[in-house]
């Protein structure tokens, strides 16, 4: 095996990244450093500085990354209305490279020689960390131990840790594989593995209330957008980060935001996992709605299309490419009129439209209502159908002559 | 005005409809034939003939176009996920390509002269019709009252009808503008033409309960789909329409399928509608999810761009048009395998994934869990990784290669 | 008829608008000020301000628009590489949008009550002018005098020209139907207006040379972009107008650019045309050859689809639409690299590459060729096909179990 | 190294085929049986036989995949107007699925249990051959020697084939990489590695002559179609395989079809080629020109979109999946009435429109005049203008409205 000096890691502070310091230190006798990205997980930050310190890391960095990740990763991807295969409001896959970066900013001002992650070789998230090392350090080494050493199982990995004296906390509470953040929790394993089972959510869920324990009373909010970015909530300005915390609790309180899916990953295999976006999926409805009165049909329709390839990429952990700036530059110029005012009702797991206004409204009663208006004037549909059903007409008498010629 | 001898006309027994009889017989001397489509308006059908004949008409036609509806209007749509701006079902666009066409087999049987519908000039169901009209009979005069008479209001059409000894029955519990069908009931018109008031949902909704009064218990309920189109419910082999028929009340009953959106129509101008479609919410929300386990994702992903354009087609009235057919060709070709069933449990306002299965399923446990299998060689992605990342490598070196060079 | 005090009417000097003066003066009571925009017609504006004055109107406007037109209209569209239906370089349609901003800037400042134009009722250019007046000034009027006049063909034309004493000049050359400008000629009508006639390119070509007439010896040129706009022509900075020139006259000397077509119109029918675009078949070429090594695969793909509709979107005169500039941001974004240089050889009527070269060049010998290189590991693609071919596998392995079980 | 006994090899007789056969033998001590897909290489084929025998081959196969390759590759994507980033017709892309399918085929006859090809690491090839694999025997094992052996460069390969006493023909006019079949001929490497340099057509060039040699009289064609496929030469019924080879012939003469390039490999780097496709090259124009009479504007603009992604695919070696089948599934349903002639001038490099007819047109010589006929009304172009411009009207009042109140 190649032999490097310093060694910069993504850490969590969970079983696999806990068993990577020694690994990394055994097979490369080099110094690890210990990264987090703070980008919201929270209670997992706990001890984390002791604990790498403890399992023989040299040092440990513990960034605060949230606002970056709400102001540059989830607000342009909220602006796209980007959903993966309709229901996947990409929680973890825009948090891999907004640390990956970072990971690379550390690793070259401290000089070290690899960079490593913990992420199984059969996922999403070692392709999204190594494209954003590759975008800002192409050279750069990159160890990922799960698609090389000879730990096979979580067993061999609790074996080795034991092997190793790491002190490890395993409560069967915790056994589904799992991903926090500001934006979101995911649950994936064990039962879920089969699609068939229905998610036992009294278990899994704890953003959220289930939707049967969720209060019998709905709670109305109003969420103010300007250029296509949440900046008040029930009128009062906030900063980006608190309204999602905001909009998580009460949308939490709420049931809102469950999402049970069988997804396609990039490395080409289905999975099945359980999401919870309380927030996330409050501010994607109402920037929607929103958009229905403050973006012209034409735009709007382009931008179904720019969605789903917008969400592709994301997913994909592309992030960190021209075609994600340009889409990025198509889409903030949609946003420039999208300002305005949601109100909604929120009730066991309903998010229900409850009021749309904005000052750059498209919407004119004067137009929608089937009285006379003084812009329109309904004879102008009868040109209007006869040329947009041409090609109709077209065709229709085409084969008509053509029956008439047998 | 030009003459006529016998005019087909789209009727439904409403206020418009009603005095358009009268109105024709006055302007073009003509003999007037109603012709009703049952596409499942129920209660709304009742008493049709009588009141026609009263009205003055020379003979009605009811023609019953349920099952033609749903297995050559409604599945396609289905099986194409075909969404209009995220939210509306369709439920009216499909509606007016089986009448119109209905309409000009009955008008060359009589050897009528004109067709003759009552839509508004400012909506979207008169380009509907006369699409339909101009792909089967691309000569046959169309005339559309509204674009073309004095009267310009709902109280001049009332006017007008005792003016002419029409019987008319206003409520005011009816008078929001509606469309029914076995799919879809819609809501337009009064407090809704203000996209920032909150629907009334108590007094709007005819289909379904509100959430707040859907039952306290989830209702189970399995689907089962043979190539992309519901043949069973709970275990039981049905028809399609009684499928819906049973999916709407069940639906109703829990709240399902109600939506509020601004949309934009096609001739030009954004309208506020309410939508209940219970039973048609379910079967998308199921048949999206049996796709989930039967479709490869190349094919699902770009199937969702299809659906935007077959969402378009369809409420655009181009039923009858070279390109829809060739996406439903397409869309048959990616329903082959999706064969399975579909448990859901629904619970005030919400559809709950409760477990999918298929015999061509893709999704295989073995590749998705995180330990290792047999067909999945974990060391394959760092290959995948590095060239799938290559883009990202060489454009990073090229950009590194730059800066030395400055 | 509605009576207007003064008018402004976008005037060419030809049959159509030289009418059309005497006619609105005539029909609307009104003083006519013709405005002609000067986009590069050339020969076309001699002696126009005499024959307007003349002709009746009381004030003449001739604008120079062509730096404008090619830096705000041409290059944004080279940029874009937008195509109309595989042929079509948009000539037409990206001139009329400057010209009616233009008249409504005139028509304001003149206090205008109505903005007239010369085009027929069943062409592109009426939808393309009036779109840009209805996004400057909503609320003007329009006169479109061949949609409501009497005069039905152009033998009625030369006639009231005869009645009202109005100078013109016939002669047999000039009667296709033609639009010329800075970039570009059409020819449409007489014998062109059967597809299954060839054209006569002898009589027709008034830019270019035919292929068989053009030099036995090829010309060898150099065009340098950066940011996507050429900036030089062999080795020589130049403005864009003058680079747009130089190319239509060494073009048409090699008989580049000469396209023959049928196309949609947008108002429903096909029509068939002849179009001479030297300078700009050349700058199309060039540009999209540069990108070929200047974009990364994903962005030049998709921006392969963005071109289709930004095609689509000029066509149809929707220039000035939110989405247009939304596209426009997508396509400026990808252009920052596409600087370089590109040699082509001109040769009766062939445009072939000779050479291609730029400081952001993402190919790489050292990774194409098929010798080992430091970079890329071969080994890495047998994990790529494994994992990109992994969907191809589940299917296989699945109808493979499927068929066992029968 | 795992053993095999019976290995079947995709053998062209080239050198890397020719030392990959006892490579075979020494490393897995097996069997090698030799196939070879006739696809129309033509003299390559001379001698295989004898040639694969003495190299150390057990047995091999020659297969006759001419007509198939025609009717079921070629043309279907000829239907789809796929390109390849705009310029490359595919030659070789859809020559390996078909190879690969009849490896399978044997391999599974012959009871082999494994396939081998001579496919670089770095290319597509290797992908398109191991996808066909995948898709026929998905557990069958793959060897590819370019990925594994220690062999690295050609000067190495000669050396390996000497101490072997293989037998190889080196020429220094043969040492462009190419690839040949019945539809194109491609050249890569060597000077054409740098893509500043212009290609010396004169030294490259086998299947046409340079633009400079082609006659200075033009060469007139018909090519016939029904249902988008081509049928017929110059009146004369011909089989697809013999009109391809007519007009390679013809085309080549007037060197038509000839394409140099930078494309985006599949495996993440770019490549530089030139490409003869000279009949090719005269169908794909026949077929666009017949399309445009032939389809309605929506089917052809969304054909577009369908042919970049159709070209991907092709391009990827994805010939055998679900999304494939389900896009020609849709092309097939648009080329119902793509059926009529196309008269073509070919001289010197030029593809010239002379003339195109077909019984499904949908030209109208009455409709496309601006004279007046009896199916358009000029004054619906009001109405249509009106209401496809109506959210520009809208947009301009509100922005009116937005600065009146400032």
Redesign the interface.
Same mark, same amino acid.
């Given at each position: 095996m190649k032999k490097y000096n310093k060694v910069v890691l993504a850490y969590s502070g969970g079983l696999d990244t806990s068993i990577i310091i020694p690994w990394l230190k055994e097979n490369y006798g080099c110094e690890v450093i210990a990264v987090v990205g703070n980008v919201g997980q929270k209670d997992e930050l706990e001890g984390l500085e002791k604990k790498a310190i403890n399992t023989g890391a040299s040092k440990i960095y513990i960034e605060d990354l949230t606002k970056e990740f709400v102001y540059d990763y989830i607000f342009p991807t909220i602006k796209a209305n980007a959903v993966y295969?309709?229901k996947y409001l990409l929680g973890t896959s825009f948090a891999r490279p907004i640390i990956g970066k970072r990971m690379v900013e550390i690793a070259l001002k401290e000089g070290a020689d690899a960079i490593c992650h913990g992420c199984?070789? /059969?996922?999403n998230d070692?392709?999204r960390f190594?494209?954003a090392i590759?975008?800002?350090?192409?050279?750069m080494p990159i160890i990922?131990p799960?698609?090389?050493w000879d730990i096979?199982?979580?067993e061999e990995e609790i074996q080795y840790a034991m092997d190793k004296n790491i002190p490890i906390k395993l409560t069967p509470e915790t056994n589904y594989?799992k991903d926090k953040n500001l934006w979101h929790l995911s649950h994936e394993?064990l039962d879920l *593995?089969?699609?068939?089972? *229905?998610p036992n959510y009294e278990k899994i869920l704890e953003l959220s209330k289930t939707?049967?324990k969720a209060p019998?009373k709905?709670t109305y909010i109003t969420i103010s957008f300007e250029k296509g970015i949440p900046v008040a909530l029930n009128g009062k300005k906030m900063n980006g980060v608190d309204i999602i915390l905001a909009l998580n609790k009460i949308g939490g309180e709420n049931a809102i935001g469950i999402c049970?899916?069988?997804?396609?990953r990039?490395?080409?295999?289905?999975?099945?996992g359980v999401y919870e976006t309380p927030g996330g999926s409050i501010l994607y409805y109402a920037h929607?709605d929103l958009e229905?009165?403050c973006?012209?049909? *034409?735009?709007?329709? %382009?931008?179904?299309?720019v969605s789903?390839?917008f969400a592709?990429i994301v997913y994909n952990g592309?992030w %960190?490419?021209?075609?994600r700036?340009?889409?990025?530059?198509?889409?903030? /110029?949609?946003q420039e009129?999208v300002t305005g005012d949601v109100?909604l009702?929120l %009730? /066991?797991?309903?998010i229900?439209?409850?009021?749309?206004?904005s000052?750059?409204?498209?919407?004119?009663?004067e137009?929608?209502?089937?009285?006379?208006d003084e812009? %329109?004037?309904?004879?102008?549909?009868?040109?209007?159908?006869?040329?947009?059903?041409?090609?109709?007409?077209?065709?229709? /008498?085409?084969e008509?002559a053509?029956k008439e010629k047998k």
């Open positions: 295969e309709g199984t070789g /059969k996922g070692q392709v190594e494209l590759k975008a800002y350090a192409p050279d990922a799960w698609r090389i096979k199982s979580r594989s394993g *593995e089969n699609p068939n089972n *229905e939707v049967e019998d709905p049970d899916m069988v997804e396609n990039l490395v080409g295999m289905k999975s099945r929607k229905s009165i973006l012209d049909k *034409e735009t709007m329709h %382009y931008k179904e299309m789903l390839k592709d592309q %960190y490419t021209p075609l700036e340009a889409l990025s530059a198509f889409i903030d /110029k949609t009129t109100n009702k %009730y /066991k797991g309903n229900i439209s409850a009021g749309i206004s000052p750059y409204s498209l919407y004119s009663e137009y929608a209502t089937f009285n006379e812009v %329109y004037n309904q004879n102008d549909s009868a040109g209007f159908i006869n040329l947009f059903g041409l090609p109709i007409t077209v065709k229709a /008498k085409m008509q053509l």
